[in-house]
């Protein structure tokens, strides 16, 4: 039994990059020697065996052949004559296809120790075409490295465009499309999951709401960078600055997905792109099965970031309207990401990325006078229903005017 340390442990440990999880394979033996040293068998499609103390994985060293279409139609050989060469082989990057013995040794067949030195993202075989999946893990991966200067080899964009041309793509279910994608959103450069994505067509299939943004354009005045879709991962690029919430980085990237549905004839005017952006938020959600808080921060962003914006220009009763349809006074956690994502639409401009923007701070400052309006007092006075309600907005929208006026002096 020969036993090596492989994929993501291997590659982050030479890039001095934090190392979250140790895979292992194991090569030479058989499952039932593996259960007779304690290893505890939890692998349903290949044997992958979790350690008895570590409780870390271990799996057989395996080859796959494709048997079907999309990325669960492969069959799996695990056998002790299988070689480590052979099992980095099924690998998708030659980065991820690197393995070290327990004395430090690295068995690189594929050139990966190459590959990070050039910082490039390379399939590793023609085989990578098989699963669709790669195409969204390679996109993660440019998400994950473009700060370090990862770029996609150009022989493994042009396999990933036939991929997608063939139709590989259409194979791929919505949970893992989301699992992916929201694994994106959490690394420092979300935005190279885009651009990877639309550069080898994938885009269009997948997330066709942001890829219509794209050449659509701005009025000028407002957005020097003018194109829509540059906009979009510019806004997402100053949510990752903002905060490391993947709620606010989805709804920075969906706030203006309106603005791909405007007749041509308006522009660079998007009249009525809010609610246009949330028709279309409710059904990309609907399609990958997103999590409610996802859909919710965004819908509210997208219906009401312009609100934030001209903030300054409202009256105080629409100002208290605006922060009972944000639910502020009940979700004052997720009132906080909507006004970053409004701040990092602002700043998401060419030009305005280091500009203040006291919108956030006005918003703040009328949510806490308005959040401090007590109802007991209102309730001693035996209100109820409606005469509560009433009475209670009119106070806060008193004490909203009061500290307003005062903070202007």
């Known amino acids: 039994m020969q036993i090596y340390l492989v994929g993501g442990a291997v590659r982050d440990q030479l890039l001095n990059y934090p190392v979250k999880e140790q895979d292992y394979v194991v090569v030479g033996t058989t499952p039932a020697d593996m259960l007779a040293q304690g290893f505890r068998l939890v692998g349903k499609d290949f044997p992958v065996f979790l350690h008895p103390e570590t409780q870390a994985e271990y799996a057989l060293a395996r080859t796959e052949r494709k048997i079907g279409p999309g990325y669960t139609g492969f069959s799996c050989h695990a056998a002790p004559d299988v070689t480590l060469e052979d099992d980095l082989k099924r690998r998708d990057l030659t980065i991820n296809a690197m393995a070290q013995s327990s004395d430090g040794k690295i068995t690189d067949p594929y050139n990966g120790l190459t590959d990070l030195k050039n910082k ?17 893990r390679v996109a993660r991966f440019a998400a994950r490295y473009a700060h370090l200067g990862f770029t996609v080899a150009t022989e493994t964009m042009e396999l990933m465009r036939a991929m997608v041309r063939a139709g590989e793509v259409n194979a791929l279910v ?11 959103l959490g690394e420092q450069t979300p935005q190279a999951f885009i651009n990877v994505l639309r550069t080898c067509g994938a885009l269009a299939i997948l997330f066709p709401e942001i890829d219509q943004l794209f050449g659509v354009p701005n009025p000028p005045k407002w957005h020097p960078e003018i194109d829509t879709g ?35 004839a308006f522009w660079p005017s998007h009249p009525d792109h809010e609610e246009r952006g949330v028709i279309l938020i409710r059904e990309l959600c609907r399609r990958y099965l997103a999590p409610r ?41 997720r009132f906080q990401l909507f006004l970053l994502a409004c701040e990092a639409d602002a700043r998401g401009r060419t030009g305005f990325e280091m500009q203040a923007y006291p919108q956030k701070e006005h918003m703040q400052l009328a949510f806490a006078a308005a959040q401090q309006v ?23 929208i008193a004490a909203i005017s009061h500290i307003l006026q005062t903070v202007s002096k």
């Open 120 to 136: 490039l993202l390379r399939h590793v075989s023609s085989a990578f075409v098989e699963d669709p999946v790669r195409i969204l």
């Open 174 to 184: 919505p949970e893992r499309v989301w699992q992916e994608f929201n694994r994106a």
């Open 230 to 264: 540059v906009h979009t991962l510019m806004v997402l690029a100053q949510a990752v600055q903002l905060n490391t919430d993947p709620c606010l980085r989805f709804a920075a990237l969906a706030h203006d997905l309106g603005k791909g549905t405007t007749p041509a």
């Open 293 to 333: 808080d996802y859909q919710e921060l965004a819908i509210l962003t997208s219906r009401y970031h312009t609100h934030c914006h001209r903030v300054f220009e409202l009256k105080h009763s629409t100002l208290l309207t605006t922060l009972e349809k944000l639910d502020a006074f009940r979700r004052p956690a």
């Open 374 to 396: 007590s109802i007991q007092p209102l309730l001693e006075r035996g209100l109820t229903d409606a005469a509560l309600g009433n009475a209670l907005h009119q106070a806060r």
